[in-house]
């Protein structure tokens, strides 16, 4: 039973032109929700976001069994409530279940003890903290990492304030903030292994793997994601930034399972050893052949679902607009429902 609920009030002249926008993004990712003439309700890990008309705009309302639950919905309302009202539109005010607090309940700060290359573009960092236990989660395996600036003796980390807004760092103080996927957690000695791409142009998680040495600090908050529904036949497909996820698929997903993998990186020097799956098939890729970024895959994938079986999951993750229109595309072409495929844009070229 939902224990937990605040709610705030978003000013607004055109209702219509946001929730219209809103219900097209949810479909697009196949994010469940329900709605009416005066309401959205957004179906969410650990609870529901609603968006309901009043005379001045929406009333925003989350409901949660946990404080952790709730000040996820509270970032997940407010990401949207930027996204199609405007900057402008936050930080919203919430009244209810609201409490200040040093740090948010999802967030752990680490500490970096090992660092290790694991090709010539692809870096791992061992990142110790203390009760790690809510990052060992079957489905949800992407982390925030927050990422300071070099040389901060002491990083300041954002909190949630009693309004229930997120009180940010000042702009030379904050870290800036990236996504990434634990390839492995060690719940017994408090360890997470993160693999980094070595990006040719500068990044805040590349520059961080770049110049990590035992004691650096960055932050970490989740988990998040959503995992692969079981199927008899799966088609993977992924650029470097996907190999920590589609290795992790490889080591979870049923032995009995058919998998096709099709994974891309700039050169034969960049490809890792994978787990061993006893019906994977994994086809490497390069873009040096002068392909642009993850399209070759997404035509793979498309080229193999004709003679897929009907009992089938599509798993892909690349760059954004390729990941957008492959998206497309599975479900105007192939018919592929809500359930049967999970498509992720990683990056943005």
């Known amino acids: ?32 929700y329900r709605s009416d003439a005066a309401s959205i309700v957004v179906e969410l890990p650990g609870g529901e976001a609603s968006f309901t008309r009043i005379r001045v705009g929406l009333r925003l309302e989350a409901f949660a069994a946990t404080r952790d639950g709730l000040e996820t919905l509270r970032s997940v309302i407010e990401h949207y409530a930027a996204q199609f009202a405007g900057d402008n539109a936050v ?7 609201v409490v200040a607090a040093p740090t948010f309940a999802n967030f752990r700060e680490m500490r970096v003890v090992k660092s290790e290359a694991l090709s010539p573009s692809m870096r791992r960092l061992t990142l110790a903290g203390e009760d790690l236990a809510r990052f ?22 954002p909190r ?6 997120t009180l940010w760092p000042p702009e030379a103080v904050r870290a800036a903030i990236r996504y990434y996927t634990i390839r492995r957690l060690d719940r017994e000695h408090g360890e997470v292994e993160i693999d980094f791409l070595l990006h040719a142009a500068p990044g805040p998680g590349g520059d961080f793997a770049r110049r990590a040495r035992p004691g650096d600090l960055c932050g970490m908050a989740g988990p998040y994601g959503r995992g692969v529904a079981s199927a008899a036949h799966y088609l993977l497909a992924g650029d470097e930034t996907a190999l920590p996820a589609i290795s992790r698929l490889l080591e979870t997903l049923p032995a009995e399972a058919r998998i096709e993998a099709w994974l891309e990186v700039e050169s034969p020097a960049d490809r890792l050893t994978l787990p061993a799956h006893p019906g994977a098939h994994l086809h490497w890729c390069y873009r040096c052949q002068g392909h642009a970024p993850s399209t070759q895959l ?17 798993w892909f993750a690349g760059e954004a607009e390729v990941s957008q229109r492959l998206r497309k595309r599975l479900k105007s072409e192939f018919a592929l429902a809500k359930g049967q495929h999970l498509v992720t844009g990683y990056w943005k070229r």
């Open 1 to 32: 039973m939902t224990a937990l609920r605040c709610d705030a009030t978003l000013t607004l002249t055109d209702v219509n032109n946001f929730q219209s926008r809103l219900r097209a993004f949810l479909d697009e990712y196949d994010v469940g």
């Open 91 to 97: 930080p919203l005010h919430w009244h209810g279940d």
């Open 136 to 157: 060992d989660n079957d489905e949800e395996w992407h982390v925030r990492l927050h990422f300071p600036p070099p040389g901060l003796e002491r990083p300041q980390w």
């Open 160 to 165: 949630p304030t009693a309004e229930g807004a």
């Open 298 to 314: 997404a035509s793979a994938v498309i080229a193999a679902l004709p003679a897929a079986d009907s009992d089938r999951f599509v």
